[in-house]
């Protein structure tokens, strides 16, 4: 068994109103960062996860991601392992 | 008389005035807190309004997974009566009993002030004794309160009268087709972001609210509810 550095990102899925990274956008073009647009915002969670092999540690987080991190309905999410990215 | 438990998670902060108002409407009622497992013999569960856990990671998201929940899920699964206000009602959609989910409201701000609602739906518990059409002044006090779900089961809770209230004269936080409250395919599982417990005494400022309580106890409120009991860890129909 080894510890896996897993890291999640979720985010608001795209079709629907962030009025967060709204807000973010208007107070960068406020400060004169005209050339910023779409921004969004969301989650990042670091998660150490012991587990016999990174593909054990990635199946754990998805389930962990499934049943509590993210919401199905609003949010999107993908994982990445000790630097290595998986969808 | 109607047994019902108000269920008491961390962070609750709207338990003590529903507990009042399901008293006031004549009920039974009594606090059960989140780690227990057992409802007493509810007829009907309210889960109030607050801050459970500190609305960490999403409003409800912790609370779902409580111990109580489960027989929360199982009383709902047989039938029961099943209310949610506010963080209850994120809590139901959390733990899916409800369609949907409520994210952060459109203009960002927390909103603490009345608001009107129209009555859409009549035959769920808690609603059968206001008439259709009716518009009651109820506050709301969110921030996470904007009713998002996605466009086919929009569409479902339309063509299946399943909307109760809906925001009217204005959209204080950007809900989907103005949606205040739902309930599930049932109609025994209701979720409501405003508070009718805040309104229901011509001493808080009037008693929209108060029919929501009284429904529970009116006669004709388990038409369309399957009157369960349980006992002895069976729900029996009575």
């Not at chain 2, 936080?173 to 109609?187: D, F, L, P």
Request: aromatic letters at 6%; a neutral charge.
């Amino acid at each position: 068994m080894s510890a896996f550095r897993v890291e999640v990102r979720v985010m608001p899925r795209a079709a629907l109103l962030d009025p967060q990274g709204q807000a973010v956008e208007h107070a960068l073009h406020a400060l004169g960062f005209g050339e910023v647009a779409r921004v969004r915002m969301g989650k990042h969670l670091v998660l150490e996860v012991t587990a016999g092999s990174r593909d054990e540690a990635l199946a754990r987080a998805r389930a962990m991601c499934d049943r509590l991190l993210a919401n199905p309905v609003t949010e999107d999410y993908d994982l990445a392992v000790d630097g290595g990215a998986a969808r | 008389m109607k047994r019902v438990a108000v269920v008491v998670f961390p962070g609750s902060n709207c338990d003590a005035e529903t507990l009042a108002a399901a008293r006031a409407a004549g009920s039974d009622a009594y606090f059960v807190w989140h780690r227990d497992t057992d409802l007493r013999q509810a007829d009907v569960v309210i889960l109030p309004g607050g801050f459970s856990y500190g609305d960490y990671l999403r409003s409800g998201a912790i609370a779902r997974f409580s111990a109580v929940m489960g027989a929360v899920a199982e009383h709902a699964h047989a039938g029961g009566a099943v209310l949610g206000i506010c963080n209850g009602f994120q809590i139901l959609c959390e733990a899916g009993l409800l369609p949907g989910a409520l994210m952060r409201n459109a203009r960002l701000r927390f909103l603490s002030r009345p608001v009107w609602v129209r009555v859409e739906q009549t035959d769920t518990p808690f609603t059968s004794l206001y008439e259709k059409g009716e518009v009651l002044e109820i506050p709301v006090a969110h921030g996470d309160g904007r009713y998002v779900v996605d466009p086919r089961t929009a569409a479902e809770l339309e063509a299946t009268d399943r909307v109760v209230w809906r925001y009217v004269r204005e959209n204080p936080n950007g809900s989907t087709s103005e949606i205040a409250g739902v309930t599930n395919a049932g109609r025994n599982v209701v979720g409501i972001m405003p508070h009718p417990e805040r309104r229901d005494a011509p001493a808080l400022g009037g008693q929209d609210g108060a029919r929501v309580f009284h429904s529970m106890e009116a006669r004709h409120a388990t038409q369309h509810a399957v009157d369960v009991r349980a006992v002895d860890d069976r729900h029996l129909r009575v």
